[in-house]
């Protein structure tokens, strides 16, 4: 799997479909697996991560996924449902149509999904926080 090309995990049924700049592969796994096992390659559990998130914005639920540091997804919708999980800097541009936000994807792929503007906002809004946690971290790594 090429991290750095991917731009969003969809939840299909039992499968799970990778959409990348360039194509797209379906996984005849679980979605949580698929992403548990990315979190795994990376060095830590999705549980890890999850948990890293929530200690930082004090929030329990739909908190940014750290993979890597370049590679961070959002939650836009339940894990039980129609899951749609979004690289964070992937997102080229949305706006909403009727009960749905339309989203632009950086290779012009559209998603809907079923979340309002304002949610969407407040998801980007932790990412911010994330990436400025992981600066800092970064920095603290060199003094």
Not at 42 to 65: A, D, H, Q, T
Not at 84 to 101: F, M, Q, R, S, T
């Amino acid at each position: 799997m090429n991290l750095g090309k991917m731009l969003a995990i969809l939840k299909n049924r039992r499968k799970t479909i990778i959409i990348y700049v360039n194509n797209y592969v379906v996984i005849n796994k679980n979605i949580k697996k698929v992403v548990n096992d990315l979190c795994i390659l990376n060095g830590s559990s999705l549980e890890g991560r999850v948990e890293y998130s929530r200690k930082i914005l004090s929030k329990k639920y739909k908190v940014p996924i750290v993979i890597n540091n370049d590679l961070i997804l959002l939650e836009l919708s339940s894990w039980r449902k129609d899951c749609v999980l979004l690289v964070a800097d992937k997102i080229k541009e949305y706006k909403n149509v009727g009960k749905h936000l339309k989203i632009r994807l950086d290779n012009d792929c559209l998603i809907y999904v079923k979340i309002s503007k304002y949610k969407l906002e407040r998801l980007l809004l932790d990412y911010i926080k994330i990436i400025n946690e992981l600066k800092s971290e970064n920095n603290a790594n060199f003094v």
